[in-house]
C-alpha cells in the first residue's frame, strides 16, 4: 500500500515582510501564524517599516513578545536590518556602523529565545578590485 507523504506545517513559517504595509502587530501576526498551523513567525529588524526595530522595543515588551510565542508554540526568528547597512563595506565608520546594528538584532534574539537569525553581509560595489592583495589592505 502506497502512502501519500504528509506535510508537517509546523516545520515552515512565514516572514513579516510577508505583512509589510499592513497594521497587524505582532500578536496579530502570532494569531495568523497559529491559525495556519505554521510553526515560525520571522520579524523583520528595520526602522520605520511597521515591524520591530529592536531600540524601540523595551526588555517588558521583549519578555511579553517571548511569552506570547511560548503560549503559542511558535517559534520566532529574526531578520537582521539590512538596509542601510553593510558589514562588507570598506569603509570602516560604515562596516562599524553595520556591526553595532547586528549586535543590537542578536541580543533582540537572544531576548526573545529565537535560534535562528537572517544576516545579509552586504556586498563591495562592483567597481573594485576583486584580487586578494587590495582586499587584505582594505582589511588593514
Do not use: W
Not at 543590537?104 to 576583486?130: K, M, N, T, W
Amino acid at each position: 500500500m502506497e502512502t501519500t507523504p504528509t506535510l508537517e506545517l509546523a516545520r515552515f513559517g512565514a516572514g513579516s515582510t510577508l505583512f509589510l504595509g499592513s497594521r497587524e502587530s505582532p500578536r496579530e501576526l502570532l494569531e495568523v501564524v497559529s491559525e495556519l498551523g505554521l510553526g515560525y513567525l520571522e520579524l523583520l529588524c528595520e526602522p520605520g517599516l511597521g515591524s520591530l526595530y529592536p531600540r524601540e522595543v523595551s526588555r517588558g515588551e521583549r519578555a511579553n513578545l517571548r511569552r506570547a510565542f511560548q503560549a503559542k508554540g511558535i517559534k520566532p526568528t529574526i531578520h537582521a536590518t539590512f538596509y542601510e547597512t553593510n558589514l562588507a563595506s570598506l569603509n570602516p565608520l560604515i562596516r562599524e556602523a553595520s556591526l553595532r546594528q547586528l549586535l543590537e538584532c542578536l541580543r533582540f534574539a537572544h531576548d526573545l529565545e529565537a535560534r535562528i537569525v537572517v544576516v545579509h553581509a552586504g556586498e563591495l560595489p562592483s567597481g573594485y578590485p576583486q584580487d586578494q592583495e587590495f582586499l587584505v589592505q582594505a582589511r588593514g
